[in-house]
C-alpha cells in the first residue's frame, strides 16, 4: 500500500472522550472514528487488525472442529420468549418492531438463534459433538459507553455454542475450546492468563476469563508463578497458612490512643507494623444480621468470601448506632474481646500472637493481644482477598498480583437453554435428552483495544508483529530524489512479492513527520531509505519495540526483512 494514496486519517489531537490509551491512540492512528455513543467506522488501518484477530480465531476454531455459520444480527422476540431472557434482559438488549408490529431484537448473543436451529436439526446422539460459531457484529445497549472498542454498543465478536449429549462429553468440548483460546490469545502475540471466573446465577462450575495484563486493566487478578492456577482476586481462594500461633509472650495492656481510628495512625503510634495489628470490622448482611470479622492490619476483605460463608448477598459497614451497640464504642476502636455479635476471623489469624487491636472504648486500643487466652471466635474462615506474594493453592509456588482486560470467555452453560427451548435428542437407548451445552466468546474488537493498551508507548502504538496492521514499513526519506525513490521502489516490490505487508511511505513530507507516524501507527520494522545510505549501499532498519537500528546493506535488504517478519510471526 502507498501512504500518499491510502486512507489514513490520522489526528493530531487525541478526541476529548478518550479515557483510555487504546481509544486515543486507535483514533489517533486513524483506526476508528466515532458514529455515534459506543459505535465505530473500522478505518481501513482498524480493519486490517480486526481481520488479523478474526483469521486467527477462525483458523483455530477450525482446527478443535467447530463449524462456521452466520446467524441475523436480527432476532425474533418470539425466541426470546421461549428462553425466558426477553423479560429477563434488561435495557440492554435493543428491541424494535417491524412495519407488521412484530417484535425483534439486534443480538447481543445468540444462544436462543443457535439452539433452535439444532432443535429442528439435530435429533440423535450420533449427530453431537456438534460446535458452531460464527464471527458478528452484535449490539449491547449498555448505559455508559466509553473506552472506544472496549466497551461500545456495537461490536464485533466471535460466538460459539457447543452441543453434547451429557456433562461428560460437555466437558471435554468445554477443554477443547479453553485449549483453542489459548492458542488463540498467545498467537495473536497477546500476555493473558485464563482465570477460573465466576459463573454467576447460571450455574455449571466451569466458566474462566481469558485476561490480557495490562496496567489499565479493570479487573484485579492473581496468578501463580510456578502452576497455571489464575483467578480473579474476588474469587481466589487461599490456603490456610501452615503452623500455629506462638505462645503469647506479653500481658494484655491498655494505650491511650487519643482519636487515632485507622490501623495505619495506629500502628505508627505504638510503632507496630499493621501486619502485627488485628483490625476488627463490624458488619451488617443484608438479613440484618451483624458481624464482626477479624482480620490481620494489612489484609483486605473479601466480602464475597464472607457472603458465601454467611449465606447473605449482601454486606455493608454497620452504621455508627449499631457500631456503638456491639462494641460499646465509637468505630475505629472496635475490638473483638467482649462482643454482643458473631465474631469470625480470618484464618491467618490463627498464626498470630501478642496482637494489637481495639479496646472497644473511645480512644483506647490493647497490645499484647492473644486469641484463646484474651477472646474467642465462632471461626477461623478464609474471608481475606488474596495478594502478590501469598501461597498458590494449588501448588508450592506463590502468588502474582496483576490487571487484566477480559477479551474472551468459556462457559459451561448446561441445559438451560435446552430445557426452556426443548432441544433435545435420542440417546442410544432411544431415551429423549436435552442437549448440554457450552458458550464461547471472544471480543474481537476488544483483543486489538487490549494488545493496545498492552502495548504502547509515549510515541504511539507498538504492534506485536502477528496483529500489526502492516508488518513493514518503508520510509522514503525523500521521494523526490530519483535514486531514493528508485531503491524504495524496488524494496517495496520485492516485499511485496514475497508475501510481506508493507506499508510505503511515499509522501512529499519531511522525515520528521514521517517518522512521527510510523511511530504512532506501531508497524514493527521501519526501513528508513535516504540518500545518505544509499552513498553506502545500505537502508536503516529500525525496530518499533526497541528502538534499535542497524544498518543493511541493499545487497539482500529484503531477505533479511522477511526472515525477520516470519520469525516474529513463529515466535506467536
Ligand atoms: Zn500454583
Known amino acids: 500500500m502507498r501512504y500518499s494514496q491510502y486512507f489514513l486519517p490520522t489526528l493530531k489531537e487525541t478526541p476529548g472522550d478518550a479515557e483510555v490509551i487504546s481509544h486515543q491512540l486507535m483514533a489517533r492512528a486513524g483506526m476508528i472514528r466515532k458514529v455515534a455513543a459506543g459505535i465505530y467506522d473500522y478505518l481501513p488501518l482498524g480493519l486490517r487488525v480486526i481481520r488479523k484477530v478474526e483469521n486467527i480465531i477462525r483458523e483455530e476454531m477450525n482446527r478443535a472442529g467447530a463449524i462456521e455459520i452466520l446467524m441475523p444480527a436480527v432476532s425474533p422476540a418470539d425466541l426470546w420468549q421461549q428462553s425466558g431472557r426477553w423479560q429477563e434482559y434488561g435495557k440492554e438488549l435493543l428491541r424494535l418492531k417491524d412495519r407488521k408490529d412484530t417484535e425483534f431484537c439486534i443480538g447481543p448473543t445468540h444462544e436462543e438463534v443457535v439452539t433452535e436451529i439444532v432443535r429442528g436439526t439435530v435429533n440423535s446422539y450420533r449427530q453431537l459433538p456438534l460446535n458452531l460459531y460464527q464471527i458478528q457484529t452484535k449490539f449491547r445497549d449498555e448505559i455508559r459507553p466509553r473506552f ?99 505462645a503469647p509472650s506479653q500481658p494484655l495492656a491498655k494505650v491511650e490512643t ?186 474481537v474488537g476488544r483483543a486489538a483495544a487490549a494488545s493496545i493498551e498492552q502495548n504502547h508507548d509515549e510515541n504511539g502504538i507498538v504492534w506485536p508483529m502477528p496483529l500489526a496492521p502492516f508488518q513493514v514499513i518503508v520510509t522514503m526519506l525523500n521521494p523526490n530524489d530519483e535514486a531514493v525513490f528508485a531503491a524504495g521502489e524496488n524494496l517495496y516490490q520485492e516485499l511485496l512479492e514475497k508475501g510481506i505487508e508493507v506499508l510505503l511511505d511515499d509522501r512529499d513530507e519531511r522525515p520528521g513527520s514521517k517518522f512521527k507516524d510510523a511511530d504512532l501507527l506501531g508497524i514493527p520494522l521501519r526501513v528508513n531509505v535516504g540518500a545518505r545510505g544509499l552513498k553506502e549501499q545500505s537502508f536503516e532498519l529500525q525496530e518499533r519495540r526497541s528502538g534499535e537500528r542497524i544498518m543493511l546493506p541493499i545487497e539482500g535488504a529484503g531477505a533479511k526483512i522477511v526472515a525477520q517478519v516470519r520469525a516474529a510471526l513463529d515466535a506467536g
Open 258 to 443: 487519643p482519636n487515632l481510628k485507622s490501623i495505619e495512625d495506629v500502628s505508627a503510634f505504638l510503632k507496630e507494623a499493621p501486619g502485627k495489628m488485628i483490625k476488627t470490622l463490624v458488619l451488617q448482611a443484608d438479613n440484618d444480621e451483624v458481624v464482626a470479622v477479624l482480620l490481620r492490619g494489612d489484609r483486605t476483605l473479601n466480602e464475597i468470601k464472607l457472603c458465601n460463608f454467611l449465606g447473605c448477598n449482601h454486606l455493608q459497614l454497620a452504621d455508627e448506632a449499631v457500631v456503638q451497640k456491639v462494641t460499646g464504642a465509637p468505630s475505629g476502636f472496635s475490638g473483638p474481646i467482649g462482643l454482643t455479635c458473631r465474631v469470625l476471623a480470618d484464618q491467618e489469624v490463627a498464626t498470630m500472637s501478642d496482637f494489637g487491636l481495639g479496646a472497644n472504648e473511645a480512644n483506647y486500643h490493647l497490645t499484647g493481644a492473644n486469641y484463646g487466652r484474651d477472646f474467642q471466635v465462632e471461626a477461623f474462615v478464609d474471608l481475606r482477598q488474596a495478594t502478590a506474594g501469598d501461597s498458590c493453592p494449588r501448588c508450592d509456588g506463590k502468588l502474582e498480583a496483576w490487571r487484566g482486560i477480559e477479551v474472551g470467555h468459556v462457559f459451561k452453560l448446561g441445559t438451560k437453554y435446552s430445557d426452556s427451548m426443548h432441544a433435545v435428542v435420542l440417546d442410544d437407548q432411544g431415551k429423549e435428552r436435552p442437549l448440554v451445552m457450552g458458550c464461547y466468546g471472544i471480543g
Open 148 to 246: 472506544g472498542l472496549m466497551r461500545g454498543r456495537e461490536f464485533i465478536m466471535k460466538d460459539a455454542y457447543s452441543f453434547d449429549i451429557d456433562d461428560a462429553a460437555a466437558d471435554i468440548s468445554y477443554d477443547r475450546m479453553y485449549q483453542a483460546y489459548r492458542r488463540i490469545f498467545k498467537r495473536c502475540g497477546l500476555d493473558f492468563r485464563a482465570v477460573e471466573a465466576d459463573s454467576g446465577a447460571i450455574g455449571g462450575s466451569f466458566s474462566h476469563e481469558f485476561m490480557v495484563l495490562a496496567e489499565t486493566g479493570e479487573d484485579a487478578i492473581v496468578s501463580c508463578d510456578t502452576c497455571e492456577y489464575a483467578a480473579n482476586v474476588e474469587k481466589a481462594e487461599l490456603r490456610a497458612p501452615a503452623g500455629s500461633a506462638p
